[in-house]
């Protein structure tokens, strides 16, 4: 099946919702609000086949030079077919217009974003006195991304990884 790739537009959000609930459901990926992903609808690419949202990725910005992907998934009849790969191209490429040098994951799928030029870290890539800024944030993504310990239990299990542009 052909696909394209295409900034999401907020008539996607219905089927966007219901591509992360299928990986919800299978606990590989955390659970975000239908009110969210209208907020953050200008951070998500969507894959098309004929008609048909197949897929989709966001690209958060996180600091001047890091940002995170967020909420890579595909349904499942097109797994295997080249469009979880095409959404993490496209995202690069945003990121790299914007002036994103590091590009931060959180993900039990290691194997398809080492693929992907991602590799495993620990620890919080970031230096003292951003980790103090991100703190300020209340994006929930900010908080797993710094392994608050109230949001550890969200993310056990988890890979950190990261990519350098």
């Known amino acids: 099946m052909a696909f394209i790739i295409r900034p999401a537009r907020t008539s996607d959000i219905k089927a966007i919702r219901q591509i992360i609930d299928m990986y919800v459901l299978a606990r590989r990926l955390l659970p975000k609000e239908t009110v969210t992903l209208y907020e953050t609808v200008q951070e998500f ?10 897929g989709c990725g966001a690209l958060h910005v996180l600091w001047e030079d890091l940002a995170e992907v967020r909420t890579v998934a595909v349904l499942e ?3 295997g ?21 590091r590009i931060f994951c959180l993900t039990f799928e290691t194997e398809f974003f080492g693929r992907n030029g991602f590799n495993a870290i620990e620890g919080t890539p970031v230096d003292h006195d951003v980790y103090e800024q991100l703190l300020r944030s209340y994006d929930e993504g900010i908080a797993e991304f710094l392994e608050l310990e109230r949001v550890k239990p969200n993310t056990l299990g988890n890979t950190r990884m990261l990519r350098i542009l």
């Open 77 to 79: 009849k097109m797994r």
């Open 45 to 54: 690419t969507v894959a098309e086949s004929e008609g048909e949202i197949v």
């Open 81 to 101: 077919q080249g469009v979880g790969n095409a959404i993490i191209e496209n995202i690069m490429i945003r990121a790299k217009e914007i002036g994103v040098k």
